[in-house]
Antibody
Framework: EVELVQSGAEVKKPGESLKISCKVS????????IGWVRQMPGKGLEWMGI????????RYSPSFQGQVTISADKSISTAYLQWSSLKASDTAMYYC???????????WGQGTLVTVSS | QSVLTQPPSVSGAPGQRVTISCTGS?????????VHWYQQLPGTAPKLLIY???NRPSGVPDRFSGSKSDTSASLAITGLQAEDEADYYC????????????FGGGTKLTVL
């Protein structure tokens, strides 16, 4: 059974850094693209970017390029999303998603709520 | 504004049929890229409902069906049930701006 288990909720201050994780099981981590989707409070889904763990090929949505970093550790089947300097506008639920193909998310993690507030 | 346009809300009584539209352009749906649909029940993560325009993953009832034509797609739900009350999102790929996955703005389905 495919499972994506994300790290727990975070409360941070503006300017702080953060790295959230997504550990997968039930399939070969290196055979599928894995990405991240943002959902701001009461809003819709926004695709952020994806990484191919086998060779770390990474692609970002233009809206998120330079704002976040997506990475992966093949040895522990885990993908990451990180910020170097959080803003209040980064407050959102973040979902990791496995892609069946490079353009099709299929399995979703349970979400990580990130709250940025002074 | 989302690249794919959905109505903000639709509603229907139990047992009725509702449709949700997803309108794109020549750089996404009109370019031949597949459309996929996700259901997000309140307080939960989205779930894949329809993939490749018309296909249902295992476990999705056949009350849900998808279609695609030209630059738009539709999700139809027949025999509406209370448990179908959720947000629904369409998704495709856009080949402009170096290309990326795009979502519709989402449609809130209310079962009356």
């Amino acid at each position: 059974e495919v499972e994506l288990v994300q790290s727990g909720a975070e409360v941070k201050k503006p300017g702080e850094s953060l790295k959230i994780s997504c550990k997968v099981s039930g399939y070969s981590f290196t055979n599928h693209w894995i990405g991240w989707v943002r959902q701001m409070p009461g809003k819709g889904l926004e695709w952020m970017g994806i990484i191919y763990p086998r060779d770390s090929d990474t692609r970002y949505s233009p809206s998120f390029q330079g704002q976040v970093t997506i990475s992966a550790d093949k040895s522990i089947s885990t993908a990451y999303l990180q910020w170097s300097s959080l803003k209040a506008s980064d407050t959102a639920m973040y979902y990791c998603v496995r892609h069946a193909t490079v353009v099709t998310p299929d399995y979703w993690g349970q979400g990580t709520l990130v709250t940025v507030s002074s | 504004q989302s690249v794919l346009t959905q109505p903000p809300s639709v509603s229907g009584a139990p047992g009725q049929r509702v449709t949700i539209s997803c309108t794109g352009s020549s750089s996404n749906i009109g370019a031949g890229y597949d459309v996929h649909w996700y259901q997000q029940l309140p307080g939960t993560a989205p779930k894949l409902l329809i993939y490749g325009n018309i296909n249902r993953p295992s476990g999705v009832p056949d009350r849900f069906s998808g279609s695609k034509s030209d630059t738009s797609a539709s999700l139809a739900i027949t025999g509406l049930q209370a448990e179908d009350e959720a947000d629904y999102y369409c998704q495709s790929y856009d080949n402009s701006l170096r290309g990326h996955v795009v979502f519709g703005g989402g449609t809130k389905l209310t079962v009356l």
